[in-house]
């Protein structure tokens, strides 16, 4: 079993659709958690930040962690077809220093 | 990608040739990292560095080998290329903020 599993979709979903986002994870010792937005043959860019458990929330994104349930979510208000493109969750016991933990990611299309 | 590139961003190459990627950056980030990216496994570490001759190796290192001689150059060292190292490889960074900043890849194809 992975230690970090993410529906790897694809996710298609209409323009101005709420998205959501989620990864489900085993080691209890990570702390800091991560989304990161992937276009097709680019590197992926960290979208998202959250330390522990609580919600965080930037323009139409939100990302949220429940550490008692090992999940976490990220959601996307008003969905946008620039907001198509591979979602990957990422997680680290450290903060600095920290090898990161992926999932597999989410692709995700929005349609016009 | 501000501040990191890799090169080459393409390379074909034939089964038991060594290859060399490589990262380099303009931040002056002392922790940088390779990672291998594969469909149905995502993201996965091969080798990092938190320091001019200070390497480490991560979940999938057999047939790597790294290299740091400068703060802003870190090699990725295939030492017998084998097709099962055919993939994208991404060079990462990071500074004090925790989240990482990758480089735009390298698309490796072992034949």
Redesign the interface.
Known sequence: QKEVE?D?GPLSVPEGAIVSLNCTYSNSAFQ?F?W?RQYS??????LM?T?SSGNKEDGRFTAQVDKSSKYISLFIRDSQPSDSATY?C?M?IT??????T????TRLQVTL | ?AGITQSPRHKVTETGTPVTLRCHQTENH??M?W?RQDP??????IH?S?GVKDTDK?EVSDGYSVSRSKTEDFLLTLESATSSQTSVY?CAI?G?F????????TRLTVV
């Open positions: 993410q790897p800091y991560m990161y043959r680019k590197g992926p860019e960290l930040y330390y990957l990422a680290s903060g600095t220093a920290s090898k990161l992926f999932g597999t990611g | 990608d002392r922790y990292y990672y149905g496994h995502g993201l996965r570490l990092y938190y991560g991404f990071q004090e925790y989240g990482y900043t990758f480089g735009s890849g």
